[in-house]
């Protein structure tokens, strides 16, 4: 599948800004079963100073500087991507999640994608014992793991409500688990934190997912959206595996782009930085995820 995504996120600012610096994580980078054919990125009002380079765990990180007064920021992303969709593994063929757990903690390796990462509480996901209570019960001794973490990505599903008014971009996970109700960076946050307090490494995806009309429907621009998903460390042999607790569904079918790879929100933000600003400001976002017909 290749798939042409394109990303306009505008602000507008309520007075004249006379310096900025910002963070981008917004360009996606090639791996396994995801090849970037073309990318590209729009700033205007035009940097100071741009720099591409890449964190630590892997991801393309744009800096840039603005050193004019602004009283509006526009940063389009554009890019052209190749998705590898094959036969996703079968859950009961995982090892038993106590074994998994015991090799994550034992490995040596401090490599970026070393579930050593993974383990730990983190700036937005802590290690809670609600979230273990909540999560215990699926993982029966010896259980597969990757067939315990589908079950407890679907009753999170079952169990919240998806409500964009309910929270915002910085609500703890704590409190998201306490209203069973959020948005997909919730849910996020709240299954990569009852992983880790089960003692599994759990890593947060950040990309896009493809939205499909309703029947008869004519496909809206800029309806498809900037999404959240979580990677569990499934042994060495399955690696990590992708579930969308949003939807409840393996993120593995061609819809999931994935753009960045952290331990949590705060290192995947699409867009961070500082502005020097006296006013009020509003920022609206719109994506397009769009299959290319096959030759």
Request: hydrophobic share 45%; proline share 8%; aromatic share 8%.
């Amino acid at each position: 599948m290749i798939y042409d995504i394109r990303q306009t996120t505008s602000y507008a600012y309520g007075s004249f800004v006379p310096f900025a610096a910002h963070v981008l994580r917004l360009m996606p980078l090639s791996n396994a079963g995801l090849d970037v054919l073309e990318c590209d990125m729009i700033i205007d009002p035009k940097p100071s100073e741009y720099a591409v380079t890449r964190d630590f765990f892997g991801n393309a990180t744009t800096h840039v500087t603005l050193k004019a007064p602004h009283n509006r920021l526009v940063v389009e992303s554009r890019s052209v991507v190749q998705l590898a969709v094959g036969p996703l593994i079968d859950p009961l063929t995982t090892p038993p999640w106590e074994a998994v757990r015991g090799a994550a903690h034992a490995t040596p390796s401090l490599a970026p994608r070393s579930p050593a990462h993974q383990i730990f509480a983190s700036k937005h996901v802590p290690i809670d014992a609600a979230f273990l209570d909540y999560a215990a019960p699926l993982f029966a001794p010896g259980r597969p793991i990757l067939a315990a973490a589908i079950d407890l990505m679907t009753q999170i599903h079952t169990d919240f409500r998806y409500d964009p008014a309910a929270t915002d971009v910085m609500t703890p996970a704590r409190d998201a688990f306490a209203f069973r109700r959020g948005v997909c960076q919730d849910f996020a946050h709240i299954m990569i934190g009852c992983l880790r307090s089960l003692g599994l490494a759990a890593a947060y995806v950040s990309g896009y997912l493809r939205t499909h009309p309703l029947p008869g429907m004519p496909r809206l621009e800029g309806a498809d959206a900037m999404h959240a998903w979580v990677s569990v460390w499934c042994g060495e042999r399955a690696g990590w595996q992708d579930l969308d607790p949003t939807n409840a569904i393996r993120a593995g079918g061609g819809d999931h782009v994935p753009l960045a790879f952290g331990r949590d929100y705060s290192d995947v933000s699409p867009i961070d930085g500082v502005i020097f600003d006296s006013g009020r400001h509003s920022v609206s976002v719109a994506v397009d995820v769009t299959e290319r017909a096959e030759a």
